[in-house]
């Protein structure tokens, strides 16, 4: 049954708050931003946390009005332990008055830290170059071990031209700081029909109509399985979202509940035959957000996060949401 409570989140909803990573990259500040963004939109305070020695010299860039690229108006600087994310914290406030900000320091490894954070957390936010990248506390050695064990979905953010300042006051949000597409994209999200999990779908729809934004939701199969046929070529949508996997529920019932509960959210079905991960990237381009699931794993090592989670965080530009779900 559809909820609109988020059951990733085990604490209370008076408890609950936005968690970023910052360490003084680029890409911690991209999510830094994002996170304000989303903690206005949910009307929930902000946590940031101190993962690490601040790079030193390290890059923060002052509030500007509008996208620029992250290098201009850089200021590059050498500071003591400690001290940027107490720059990020007064910068946010002061562009966005009335955000709840509190920051977060203390010793060890960076991957536990969030861990730590991400157990009060609605949403924990992580920037990133890409797992393909090199370099950056954030980088794939601390953010896939975070995002394979975290008990709330995790948004990862590239480093980019990001929107000064964060969005005012709830119910007038034009876009999301670090969205691919300032003020607008649609929703993303990519559905397995064998396993659909109320916990995924209800996060996407839930992100949509937070930001005004329409769904797409994808889902396909791999050529071969189950079906004949080679390559990866798109299957055109038909009525229901196009076929599905034999012995798989139609998309448009497992949508109905969820149509009924966001009727203001428009929704787009699309069904795909071919690799999962480059679909949703392409189908991601231009969007605010893709949102993929997590199979929950109870083991306590590894860093397991599935495929196609695995593809669209390397391959995808757009801020990527991945929930864990059973």
Do not use: K, N
Not at 235 to 264: F, H, I, K, N, Q
Not at 318 to 323: C, L, N, T
């Amino acid at each position: 049954m559809p909820s609109p409570s988020s059951p990733s989140s085990p604490s209370s909803p008076s408890s609950r708050s936005v968690v970023t990573g910052v360490d003084g990259s680029a890409e911690s500040l991209a999510a830094a931003e994002w996170a304000a963004a989303e903690a206005r939109r949910r009307a929930l305070p902000l946590r940031i946390v101190h993962i690490g020695q601040d790079r030193a010299p390290s890059l923060v860039r002052p509030p500007m009005t509008g996208a620029a690229p992250a290098s201009a108006g850089a200021v590059l600087t050498r500071r003591r332990p400690g001290r940027v994310p107490r720059e990020v914290a007064e910068r946010l406030r002061r562009a966005a008055p009335g955000l709840d900000v509190a920051v977060e320091q203390g010793p060890g490894r960076p991957a536990r830290a969030l861990l730590r954070s991400a157990r009060d957390a609605e949403v924990l936010v992580l920037g990133s170059r890409g797992l393909g990248a090199v370099g950056g506390l954030l980088a794939g050695s601390v953010s896939l071990p975070v995002i394979a064990h975290a008990p709330c979905p995790v948004v990862v953010v590239r480093a980019r031209a990001a929107a000064w300042p964060p969005p005012g006051p709830a119910g007038d949000v034009p876009g999301a700081a670090g969205d691919a597409v300032p003020g607008g994209g649609e929703v993303v999200l990519g559905l397995d029909l064998a396993r659909p999990s109320d916990a995924l779908v209800g996060y996407a729809f839930d992100a949509a109509a937070s930001r005004g934004a329409a769904l797409r939701v994808v889902h396909g199969w791999s050529a071969g399985a189950g079906h004949g046929g080679s390559g990866s070529a798109s299957a055109a949508p038909g009525p229901g979202g196009g076929p599905s996997r034999p012995g798989t529920p139609p998309l448009t019932g497992v949508l109905r509940p969820w149509r009924d509960m966001y009727a203001e959210v428009p929704v787009a079905e699309q069904c795909v035959v071919g690799s999962p991960g480059e679909h949703l990237a392409e189908a991601a381009r231009g969007a605010s957000l893709l949102v993929v699931g997590r199979r929950v794993r109870h083991a306590a090592l590894g860093a397991h996060i599935g495929p196609v989670a695995h593809a669209v965080l390397r391959h995808c530009a757009a801020p990527v949401a991945v929930v864990p779900h059973a």
